[in-house]
């Protein structure tokens, strides 16, 4: 009989407590009302050192959160804070604008606040382009009609760097874009990444070096053997830097089947 007891106050306190948790967590209807926070993409991979970060057109931009309320929909001007979380960087921590102050190994980790909730991302400090050259201004493709592995190239690379007088200065997480200048056919060649998908831009690595392949389509081939012509380029502010766009021609021609 006392179990029964028991487990009729146990089954009554159970369920006041839920009735307490519900009443205590129930859904704002705010507009304002934060319920998460994403980091948007960044301008850059990377700001460059004694400037302010910009985007792919040269333009100076901001770092950017997207902040969502209980509906699922954007709030509006919500009052963001950023700061950064390493030194290399500094940030306005109202409008999101970061300048590099001094060069760092790894990325700086940025941080921005809303309503108690945080997000962080990585951003590069890099040394400004001055310089585009290619690593191998020609090289060659042995094709096969039958052997579609062989139909894609080794990688066209470009190297970046900050000076000419001093080629160890290469340019690290700065975005190369590339593009097929000639054969006029985009179902011919076209540029991939190195996992064989689509891809017409890549950043640099800690070598200052960025790459592209170009996967062919024999069967388009107005002659056994043809050219491949790619230009790279680097663009800062907005203006091509020493070498942009930098021209690399791939050889085309059967392999012995």
Do not use: W
Not at 96 to 108: E, K, M, N, W, Y
Not at 135 to 149: G, K, P
């Amino acid at each position: 009989m006392s179990i029964g007891r028991n487990s009729l106050a146990i089954a009554m306190a159970t369920l006041a407590g839920l009735a307490a948790f519900s009443s205590c967590s129930e859904i704002p209807t705010s507009d304002s009302a934060v319920l998460s926070l994403t980091f948007d993409s960044l301008p850059a991979p990377a700001v460059v050192l004694g400037d302010t970060l910009r985007d792919t057109t040269g333009t100076a931009a901001p770092i950017t959160a997207t902040v969502y309320n209980f509906q699922g929909n954007v709030i509006v001007n919500p009052p963001l804070r950023f700061q950064a979380l390493d030194r290399g960087i500094r940030i306005d921590s109202v409008t999101g604008f970061v300048i590099g102050d001094s060069l760092r190994a790894t990325p700086v980790r940025v941080a921005v606040t809303v309503d108690g909730l945080q997000a962080t991302s990585l951003l590069d400090v890099t040394l400004r382009p001055d310089t585009i050259i290619p690593v191998r201004e020609r090289d060659s493709l042995l094709y096969s009609l039958v052997d579609t592995t062989k139909n894609i190239s080794s990688p066209l690379a470009v190297r970046a760097y900050h000076s000419l007088t001093s080629l160890d200065s290469t340019v690290k997480s700065y975005i190369v874009s590339f593009a097929i200048s000639s054969p006029a056919d985009t179902q011919l060649a076209m540029l991939v990444n190195e996992a064989g998908k689509e891809s017409r831009v890549d950043t640099t690595d800690a070598n200052g070096e960025a790459s592209r392949r170009i996967r062919l389509t024999p069967a388009r081939l107005t002659a056994l053997t043809d050219s491949v012509i790619v230009l790279a380029t680097v663009k800062y502010r907005g203006a091509h830097v020493r070498g942009s766009p930098a021209r690399i021609v791939l050889k085309v021609q059967p392999s012995a089947q």
